[in-house]
């Protein structure tokens, strides 16, 4: 008889199921989710080429604002207002990209570095900011996912997340940082954090040949070549 296989989106959601009598004698593997349509990907990979050539100083990071405690958006604020008291010139690199909910707007993030905010988004909206972005920056205490460092890898977008669902799975020091969250880990990654550094990595991804490593096709032919 053929014993049934679990497949999970991380191994840190795999930890979870780890003690469970639901995976006992039962196979099971973690493969992070496809992002992108091959031919969806092909598309966005071409205007990605445009943005990177573009000659800039200034990092575009996106962030997604929620007013959720385990978003953690309020840590990430707290960091932020630090940076301003002790060393401001740091934040004169960065602009931030903020989609989701106002609440980061709403407590004053705009006087302390330069932002543009954009509501809540649709996908195609998502994905053309993924194009024109340097990095993604995660701060969630808790997630299974977040599927947007699955589609912001699977461009070749550099990501720096707190220690959470799928981020030690898909960022491994060259496409981004993971940190825990405290605040003196997340000031030290914004203090050394070098466009030339960024704009490097996103370069020889989008002409290497992995940049269909998550796509959905891909993500769907790794689970039928799985041996049983």
Known sequence: LLKPKFIFPSSTYLSDFKNSILIDNCDYLVTPFGAFFKKELDFFIKRRKLYLEKNNIIINILIRSSEEPRKGCKFFLDSIKEISLKDPSILNKIKLHIIGDAFLTNNGIGKLIDTSYYGIVDRERLL??????????????????????????????YVISSKVGVATDL???????????????????????????????ANDFINSDHNYRLSFENFYENIIHQKN
């Open 128 to 157: 053309e900011l993924y194009v024109e972005s340097d990095i993604l920056l995660i701060t969630s205490e808790e997630d299974a996912g977040p599927i947007m460092i699955n589609e912001a890898c699977g461009i070749g977008l």
């Open 171 to 201: 960022i491994n020091g060259r496409n981004g940082q993971v940190y825990n969250q405290k605040t003196e880990e997340l000031i030290e990654i914004l203090n050394t954090l070098k466009i030339k550094t960024v704009r490097e990595y």
